[in-house]
């Protein structure tokens, strides 16, 4: 029997909100094929409809599977994603390699509805699956000299066809500052549209970090460090002019190449226009406090 | 070569506006049969553009390809006019459909944007050449004054590869083959003719 996914339920345009995916979500518990993912609802969560699962995941900028929007979910099939386990290393009290159930175990799952904004100036908003990733930094024990978080992604040329470019050295790194790291909006998510993390959007495992351009949201993760320096990152290696480490979503400085004003959204057809940026993504009141006190625009 | 040439003779140049306007009804249909995919509006810029490019590209290759023993300068104003169509259709497609009509944030991206600022240049030195593109404007001008003006075609490509270089993220094969086509083109020029080589009067 083919599997069912979400979408043999119900129809894409139903994708209203928060409060009717978990009515379709309490109808799919019923059936016994679906390997759903249960999550909580939580407050953090977008009013905003969600963008279309067929955009999601057919859009992706995954450079590991090429350049193009749509290689990503041409090429990840191939990923093996099980087993999987993520390194865990640095000013830690318990590093190791974690199979990737033991990253999980234990951590509330929760359905978070995230705007979710490109560098490139277009903006999606998609319905994640995730924990907050400090509730995992605080079960491994982050020691007092740790400031920073360092992430990589899986480096595998044989099931990822992009890594065999040269013009970026992989692995792919992300990284953030440990009170960025520990704040309750920035989660470790498993899933979207309550199933399983479509390998294109960075199965088994990616960050989201919903105030920052999206290249921050490191897919695919196979190691966290926590570390004292400020770690080097992949886009701000490439070019540091354009890229900085913060990288939060700000309509006021502009990237060199983008004006960074106003974003268009994903799903909009060909007359959507565009919106204006809300200053961190719209998640201001929760994350200004982080950057009290900093230059935004020397620290972009 | 002759063989080709001879069938090149036969070919009306309508056949290669036609042609040439093949990509543009593929991208209208895509439109409309909404077959463009989760963001049509970059794909309709970017196939406007490419387009734009490739054009701009084989007018370019007329002239060497003719040293070569090709002979298809009968297709070059279709070519040239092509790709004017497309960078013109390509800029609209910005203005509209991408920056959706804010003209205050476009002024912004026209003065601060590298990658803007060198696409519009290639714009604007494809119009006067788009205007004198009609055998009259040949005849009034005179060929050496047309053939002079008409040099802004190599302004154009360089603008347009610069344009590419700057808005790419990654160097990726593409980009170098298109910036490599380009200089390579405006390099054969600097080779200087056989005929013209030897001194005046040998
Ligand atoms: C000679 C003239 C031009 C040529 C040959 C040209 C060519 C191209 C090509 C090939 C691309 C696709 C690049 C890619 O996505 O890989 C592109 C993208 C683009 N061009 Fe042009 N272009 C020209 C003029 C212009 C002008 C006048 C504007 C606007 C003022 C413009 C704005 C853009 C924009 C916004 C993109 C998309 C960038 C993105 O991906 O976000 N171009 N152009």
């Not at chain 1, 990840?76 to 993520?86: K, R």
Request: hydrophobic share 45%; aromatic share 10%.
């Amino acid at each position: 029997m083919r599997r069912l996914t979400w979408s043999d339920v119900t129809p894409q345009p139903a994708w209203l909100n928060r409060r009717q995916l978990i009515a379709g979500a309490a109808a799919l518990a019923a059936s016994p094929a679906l390997a759903r993912i249960e999550a909580a609802p939580s407050r953090y969560s977008t009013d905003a409809k969600p963008t279309a699962l067929e955009d999601i995941t057919s859009y992706n900028n995954f450079y590991e599977f090429g350049t193009g929007k749509g290689d990503p979910a041409k090429y990840a099939g191939g990923l093996t994603v099980d087993p999987w386990s993520v390194v865990i290393d640095g000013l830690v009290d318990k590093p190791g390699t974690y199979d990737l159930a033991d990253v999980i175990k234990g951590q509330p799952l929760e359905e978070r509805i995230y705007r979710f904004r490109c560098v490139e100036a277009w903006a999606m908003v998609v319905p994640w699956i995730g924990f907050e990733l400090a509730g995992l930094l605080n079960r491994v024990g982050v020691q007092p000299s740790a400031k920073f978080v360092a992430f990589e992604t899986l480096v595998r040329p044989e099931e990822m066809p992009g890594q065999k470019s040269p013009f970026i050295d992989w692995p792919y790194r992300e990284g953030l500052r440990l009170d960025e790291a520990m704040h309750p909006l920035t989660i470790l998510a498993t899933g979207l549209y309550g199933e399983e993390m479509p390998k294109q959007n960075g199965a088994p495992i990616r960050l989201v970090v919903p105030w920052k351009y999206g290249f921050k949201s490191i897919k695919s993760i196979v190691r966290i460090s926590l570390v004292d320096k400020m770690p080097r990152t992949t886009w701000n290696m490439l070019q540091p002019s354009e890229y900085g480490f913060y990288s939060n979503v700000n309509p006021k400085v502009s990237h060199p190449r983008w004006s960074q004003a106003s974003e268009r959204v994903i799903g909009s057809g060909l007359f959507g226009g565009r919106q204006d940026t809300l200053m961190f993504n719209g998640y201001e009141a929760e994350v200004a406090g982080l950057y009290s006190g900093m230059d935004l625009k020397a620290n972009y | 070569m002759d063989g080709v040439n001879r069938l090149a003779r036969k070919v009306p140049t309508w056949v290669v506006y036609l042609l040439g306007l093949v990509p543009l009804g593929y991208l209208i249909w895509g439109a409309v049969a909404g077959g463009l995919g989760p963001d049509p509006v970059k794909a309709i810029e970017h196939a406007l553009g490419e387009r734009g490019l490739q054009f701009l590209l084989a007018s370019l290759a007329v002239t060497p390809l003719r040293r070569l023993g090709l002979n298809l300068v009968r297709f070059r104003r279709a070519l040239g006019l092509l790709a004017f169509l497309y960078v013109a259709l390509h800029l609209t497609a910005w203005v509209w459909l991408d920056m959706g009509l804010r003209f205050g944030e476009m002024a912004t991206d026209l003065t601060k944007r590298p990658y803007i600022i060198a696409g519009m240049v290639g714009f604007v030195v494809m119009l006067p050449l788009a205007a004198t593109s009609w055998n009259g404007a040949i005849r009034r001008m005179g060929a050496v004054a047309w053939n002079r003006l008409h040099r802004l075609a190599y302004v154009a490509i360089l603008a347009g590869v610069l344009h590419l270089s700057l808005l790419v993220k990654v160097w990726t094969v593409e980009t170098l083959v298109y910036v490599a086509l380009a200089l390579g083109l405006l390099a054969v020029r600097l080779v200087p003719k056989a005929g013209r080589a030897r001194p005046a009067g040998v």
